[in-house]
Structure formats: structure tokens, C-alpha cells
């Protein structure tokens, strides 16, 4: 079965400054997909980012950015010039590439505070 | 565009009492999905449904009853809650591609005393 660990329960980062959130996951699987989310305060769960296993270029969307290890199988998460609408809980998830399947298989989350 | 729509927000309700939770989405997305949100487990997958009058079970579907008759809806229902239910439930859909992200709802808390 796979599972998803996000490592960092809590993390903190000055405004303006670059974070990096962790995510290792455990899959035999050689086709699958990677999400990371975030849920700031309102509770909303919003996509930031995803990546496909079998693409080896790194996602990029505007300030965040991932780097997929497919042999380590990490998928970390970089949040560059960090805004204080960056504070939420962040999710990393996972899903098989298989026919009808959508499950996500989600990680516990990291809680990131943004100081000014 | 309206998205993804829960209701109600907050629902407070006694235990033993059937409370169902709405869900529409106006994308006409093949997927949708059904999760609890509790500290310590994270989200976990109700029920999810591939398609109208198509539903399967998730992680933890004991006390929850879902249907969708139309593509837009999907209600779940608990048909006698109970406090163990007490948790903050999201609705998500996605499009029928394999790489589609799940887009969610804003979520309902809802508190069984």
C-alpha cells in the first residue's frame, strides 16, 4: 500500500525568504501523480503544484516550486520570496496511474508560518 | 463560475439524527469525492463516485450513505450520526483525465452533540 510522510509538522520562515517542505512517499508503482496543497485558515483546500512520475522535469508555478526525486521518492516543496499569505497547512499527496482509481493518499500536512 | 459548492458551512446536530451534506459542481466533472478532515489523521477518503450512478467505497465509509443521481450532485448522508462523526467534511471532483487534480469545496464543520 503506499503511503505519504511529511516529515515537518511545524516549519516557520521570514517573509521575503525561501522555504523548503518535505514529502517521501512509498509506492511500487512506476506511474503516479504528485500534489501538493494548501489549506491557509478560510479551510479552503487548494492546489499549489502538481507532477507527473514520469516527467523529470521539475513543476513550476510562479513562486513555488518542487524537486521529485523518483528514486528517493521525494517530492519536496520550495516556496521562494515567502508572502504572509503563504501561512497555511500544506499537503502532499499521491495517486496511481490506474484506469478508474483517483485516490489520493494523503500526508498529515505541514503547518507554515509566515513572519513578518 | 461557481466551482465546487458545499452546503450548509456549519451544521450542528444530535446524535442518532440523520443530517445529510449537499454537494454541486457546475465543471461537469466526471469525479467526486467525499473526505473527513480530523487532527491526527489527516483527510481521509468517504466515498467517491467515477461517474452518475457509479459509487465506491473509501477509507472509512461505516455510517455514510452517498448517491448521485446527477452528474452535478453528490449528498452524503449519515443516516444515524453519531459524536465519532464530529468532523469538518469536504466534497471534491475532478475531470475524467488520469492526471486531473482534485478541486474542492470549502468544506462543512459539522459538530454531533
Known amino acids: 500500500a503506499q503511503t505519504v510522510t511529511q516529515s515537518q509538522p511545524e516549519m516557520s520562515v521570514q517573509e521575503a525568504e525561501t522555504v523548503t517542505l518535505s514529502c517521501t512517499y512509498d509506492t511500487s508503482e512506476s506511474n503516479y501523480y504528485l500534489f501538493w496543497y494548501k489549506q491557509p485558515p478560510s479551510r479552503q483546500m487548494i492546489l499549489v503544484i502538481r507532477q507527473e512520475a514520469y516527467k523529470q522535469q521539475n513543476a513550476t508555478e510562479n513562486r513555488f516550486s518542487v524537486n521529485f526525486q523518483k528514486a528517493a521518492k521525494s517530492f519536496s516543496l520550495k516556496i521562494s520570496d515567502s508572502q504572509l499569505g503563504d501561512t497555511a497547512m500544506y499537503f502532499c499527496a499521491f495517486m496511481k496511474h490506474a484506469g478508474n482509481n483517483r485516490k489520493l493518499i494523503w500526508g498529515l500536512g505541514t503547518s507554515l508560518a509566515v513572519n513578518p | 463560475d461557481a466551482g465546487i459548492t458545499q452546503s450548509p458551512r456549519y451544521k450542528i446536530t444530535e446524535t442518532g439524527r440523520q443530517v445529510t451534506l449537499m454537494c454541486h459542481q457546475t465543471?461537469?466533472?466526471?469525479?467526486m469525492f467525499w473526505y473527513r478532515q480530523d487532527l491526527g489523521h489527516g483527510l481521509r477518503l468517504i466515498y467517491y463516485?467515477?461517474?452518475?450512478?457509479?459509487?465506491d467505497k473509501g477509507e472509512v465509509p461505516d455510517g455514510y450513505v452517498v448517491s448521485r443521481s446527477k452528474t452535478e450532485n453528490f449528498p452524503l448522508t449519515l443516516e444515524s450520526a453519531t459524536r465519532s462523526q464530529t468532523s469538518v467534511y469536504f466534497c471534491?471532483?475532478?475531470?475524467?483525465?488520469?492526471?486531473?487534480?482534485?478541486?474542492f469545496g470549502d468544506g462543512t464543520r459539522l459538530s454531533i452533540l
Open positions: 471534491a471532483s475532478s475531470e475524467s483525465g488520469s492526471q486531473a487534480a482534485q478541486h
Open positions: 465543471w461537469s466533472h466526471s469525479y
Open positions: 463516485s467515477a461517474a452518475a450512478d457509479i459509487t
